[in-house]
């Protein structure tokens, strides 16, 4: 049996434990970095790769860490051309394959660590990796976006038919619902017409009962 300091010294225990518990299932010890998978880019625009991140901590700008890095494809190696310095905060890397072509245009208040490439090229196609390390978060969190350059926007699309396709049965459902409408009131008309004619009878046969009545009634 434990002693009232044994007993003290064992609630600790269990609320340390309980607290423990709490934070596992919080899930304050991970983020979620938000990136679009996928990006088309028209060759010679600008283009912005957007990339958010979600954290159940403030951000400390003596500990928070985060990398932008390029890649041909998956199985390439790495080129990092962005990153975060504490005193500079966001700075890019003058790197050869994009020289002075891009800038950040995120708001690290905002979670947000968006960069923008301007007059991009097909070379400029391939997967762009957005890192992000905010402690005390222990994992590191990892957004991946393929860039795909074209030279042509796709032709608009002809909704001429489709308009009128659209038209045509939005008309034909506004009839077919009308004559349910129409048909209905007349239906429920006619009802009203029987029970009418039914209550009209009945009534009918009720005065020529009694008048019957008082006739076998007189001497």
């Known amino acids: 049996m434990c002693s009232r300091a044994l007993k003290m010294s064992c609630g600790v225990q269990l609320m340390s ?3 423990l518990v709490l934070l596992s299932l919080s899930g304050c010890s991970s983020m979620d970095v938000l990136v679009s998978s996928k990006i088309n880019a028209l060759n010679g625009t600008t283009v912005k790769i957007p990339c958010t991140f979600t954290s159940c901590y403030k951000m400390d700008a003596t500990k928070f860490a985060m990398n932008w890095t390029y890649q ?3 199985n ?3 080129e990092k051309f962005m990153t975060y310095l504490h005193k500079k905060g966001m700075m890019p890397l003058r790197a050869h394959r ?3 072509r891009v800038t950040f245009v995120g708001v690290l208040e905002k979670n947000d660590l968006s960069i923008s490439l301007s007059d991009v090229q097909l070379e400029d196609e391939g997967f762009y990796n957005c890192y ?3 402690p005390p978060d ?3 969190g990892h957004g991946v976006i393929e860039l795909i350059v074209v030279t042509e926007l796709p032709p608009p699309r002809d909704s001429t038919i489709a308009v009128a396709i659209g038209a045509s049965v939005g008309g034909a459902l ?3 619902i009308l004559s349910m409408v129409v048909v209905k009131c007349l239906r429920r008309h006619r009802k009203q017409e029987l029970i009418s004619e039914e209550k009209m009878e009945e009534e009918g046969k009720l005065d020529a009962e009694g008048v019957a009545e008082e006739g076998t009634k007189q001497p």
């Open 17 to 19: 434990a309980a607290l």
């Open 76 to 78: 390439d190696t790495e």
């Open 132 to 134: 992000v390390r905010n």
């Open 98 to 100: 994009f020289g002075e």
């Open 174 to 176: 506004a009839l077919l």
């Open 138 to 140: 222990r994992i590191q």
């Open 72 to 74: 041909e494809s998956l």
